[in-house]
C-alpha cells in the first residue's frame, strides 16, 4: 500500500556509468518532481511533470533526463555519473501542483 | 535572492519538554511556509503549513508561528516523545503555484 515508491533504494557504480532510478504513486495524482538531497540535507529541486508534461526543470546538468510514461511514473536517468552525482534523490508527488507534497522512500545514490 | 535558513543546526531536548524549532526566510514576497520532518532512512513528511494571511495554526501537538515582521517562522512541539527525534525543515512557496524551497534543516534529538 506503499504511496510513493522508489527503486532501488541504494544504487553504488562506477564513474562514467549510466544509470536510472524509477518512480511509482499510487495515489492518482497529477504532479511529480525529483529532488536531490546532498550530505548535508539540503533539498533541492530538481524536475517537476504535471500530467507528463515537464513544467519545471531546474538548473540539473541536461545528463539527468526525466522520463514520465504516464502520469503515475517518473523516471530520472543519469548518464556518465560524475563523484559529486552522490546523493540521496527523492520522489515526490501532489494531486495538483499546488498541493502537498508526499516523499518517496529515497534512492541512496553512490558514485565511486 | 530567495533563501531560508534554520537558526539552529542541531537541538537536543528532554522528553516530554515543549520543542521549538526557528527559521528565517528572506523573501518577504513569500506567501505560503511548511515544515516537513524527515526521519532517518525516510523521505520528508508534511507536518503542517500556514499562509501568509495568518501568524499561528495548530496541529496535534504542533504549533506555527509566522512573524512576518522579522521574517521568521517557528514550530513549536508540545510533550517532545522520542518519536519526533527527526530533521525538521522549514519550506516557503511564493505563491502556492511556485516550487517548494526547502531551509537547511534542523536535527531534534529526544534524551529519554
Known amino acids: 500500500d506503499t504511496a510513493v515508491s522508489q527503486t532501488p533504494k541504494y544504487l553504488v557504480t562506477q564513474m562514467g556509468n549510466d544509470k536510472s532510478i524509477k518512480c511509482e504513486q499510487n495515489?492518482?495524482?497529477?504532479?511529480m518532481y525529483w529532488y536531490k538531497q546532498d550530505s548535508k540535507k539540503f533539498l533541492k529541486i530538481m524536475f517537476s511533470?504535471?500530467?507528463?508534461?515537464?513544467?519545471i526543470n531546474e538548473t540539473v546538468p541536461n545528463r539527468f533526463s526525466p522520463k514520465s510514461p504516464d502520469k503515475a511514473h517518473l523516471n530520472l536517468h543519469i548518464n556518465s555519473l560524475e563523484l559529486g552525482d552522490s546523493a540521496v534523490y527523492f520522489c515526490?508527488?501532489?494531486?495538483?501542483?499546488?498541493?502537498?507534497?508526499?516523499f518517496g522512500p529515497g534512492t541512496r545514490l553512490t558514485v565511486l | 535572492g530567495e533563501s531560508v535558513g534554520l537558526h539552529l543546526p542541531t537541538l537536543s531536548v528532554q522528553e516530554g519538554d515543549n520543542s521549538i524549532i526557528n527559521c528565517a526566510y528572506s523573501n518577504s514576497a513569500s506567501d505560503y511556509f511548511i515544515w516537513y520532518k524527515q526521519e532517518s532512512g525516510k523521505g520528508p513528511q508534511f507536518i503542517i503549513d500556514i499562509r501568509s494571511n495568518m501568524d499561528k495554526r495548530q496541529g496535534q501537538r504542533v504549533t506555527v508561528l509566522l512573524n512576518k515582521t522579522v521574517k521568521h517562522l517557528s514550530l513549536q512541539i508540545a510533550a517532545t516523545q522520542p518519536g519526533d527525534s527527526a530533521v525538521y525543515f522549514c519550506?516557503?512557496?511564493?505563491?502556492?503555484?511556485?516550487?517548494?524551497?526547502f531551509g537547511p534543516g534542523t536535527s531534534l534529538s529526544v534524551i529519554p
Open positions: 515526490a508527488s501532489s494531486q495538483r501542483w499546488s498541493d502537498t507534497q508526499y
Open positions: 495515489l492518482g495524482h497529477d504532479t
Open positions: 519550506a516557503e512557496k511564493r505563491t502556492s503555484y511556485d516550487k517548494v524551497i
Open positions: 511533470y504535471n500530467n507528463k508534461e515537464l513544467i
